[in-house]
């Protein structure tokens, strides 16, 4: 900090060191003043003093000035109310520079504000207006499921994956800006586990895969419909991993903290590298390059949302065995504890 100051300061030290050399050079040439060495070394050790003092004053007013507002630059604090308050030009200059870049910066956030409500309300018309054509094909293929067997069971297969993808479009969708479509309540886990297998039955019934439920008659207080989607994504995924004639298993149990869902498959698994990361944005991970049928964002929305819910939501694997999630739904009074849980 000293360096810098006495840098930005160089002009005015040069000047005042050839003010110095030039009174010492008129009492040392001047016979009129006819001043002794004694004499002139006590004016240059006054003067000197003099210009120390103003230095340090100078150079502490300096440090009291700019040092916080570099460490919050540093750091990522809070500038605006770091920003030098006195009248000074230069502290002037920088409140003026830090008012317009924030008013460009207020700017530049709604304008892109805009232009995502705008997407995102494009998208869900979109969304709504796709499933028409969906649901008339469904009828039309119960019409002609007769006389084309296999066929049909192909095509019904392939409108609920569609069907799939465009929900999890439109919850992309509003995921970010949740806040405005949350609505929490009670609700009961055993219901909404039911729900969420008959959405996916058609998955599970294409491959042969068995799905018990166990012991999920608890109260839950949160967002029914928010998850509801993380439950879809995570049974998807469990559908999509499982082998034919697999089994998935659904079970719950409560202590005194929480309510915790387990989803377990006897599917291919997660290598142990790829299991800390399957929540990152389009990770697919070993398993799906191995398929090709992943985009990784389905459990990144999931995550997301989980977090922002304060739902704990973990995974633990052995490659070629199992896959098991645990969501955990907090009680109220330990609700405060739910965002160091979530992984």
């Known amino acids: 900090m000293m360096l810098k100051y006495l840098k930005q300061s160089l002009a005015t030290i040069i000047c005042f060191g050839l003010i110095i050399l030039i009174v010492n050079l008129m009492l040392i040439t001047s016979t009129a003043l006819n001043k002794t060495a004694h004499e002139i070394a006590y004016l240059n050790i006054l ?3 003099i ?6 004053i100078g150079f502490f007013r300096f440090k009291t000035r700019f040092l916080g507002l ?20 230069i502290s002037q200059i920088l409140c003026e520079v830090a008012d317009r870049k924030n008013k460009q910066c207020e700017e530049l956030v709604a304008a892109s504000r805009q232009d995502l409500d705008e997407l995102l309300d494009y998208i869900t018309k979109w969304v709504h207006e796709i499933k028409i054509p969906i649901s008339v094909s469904e009828l039309i293929l119960e019409d002609t499921a ?22 999890q479009v439109l919850h992309a969708g509003r995921a970010t800006d949740y806040s405005q479509n949350l609505s929490v309540g009670e609700f009961n886990l055993k219901k909404l586990v039911v729900d ?11 491959k042969n895969i068995e799905v018990i439920t166990r012991d999920l008659n608890f109260p839950i207080m949160n967002d029914e419909k928010w998850v509801a989607y993380i439950l879809d994504q995570i049974l998807h995924n469990a559908g ?52 090709a049928k992943s985009t990784g964002m389905g459990l990144y929305y999931a995550g997301k949302m989980a977090k922002k819910l304060g739902i704990g939501i973990n995974v633990r694997s052995q490659q070629n065995e199992y896959t098991e999630f645990v969501l955990t739904f907090y009680k109220l009074r330990d609700y405060c504890q739910s965002d160091k849980n979530v992984t």
């Open 240 to 291: 999509k991993y499982t082998g034919k004639d697999g089994r998935i298993e659904i079970r719950a149990e409560e202590d005194h903290q929480a309510v915790k869902l387990y989803i377990r498959d006897n599917g291919i698994g997660i290598c142990p590298e790829d299991q800390r990361r399957i929540f990152d944005k389009g990770f697919t991970g070993e398993n799906g390059r191995r398929t």
């Open 196 to 206: 969420a297998v008959k959405r996916g039955g058609i998955f599970f019934r294409e």
């Open 70 to 89: 570099k460490l919050a630059l540093r750091k990522g604090g809070d500038i605006d109310s770091l920003l030098p308050q006195d009248r000074d030009f």
């Open 146 to 167: 007769e006389n084309h067997g296999r066929a049909a069971d192909d095509l019904r297969v392939e409108l609920a994956r569609t069907r799939f993808l465009v929900s």
């Open 51 to 56: 210009a120390l003092v103003f230095g340090l």
């Open 47 to 49: 003067l000197l003093t």
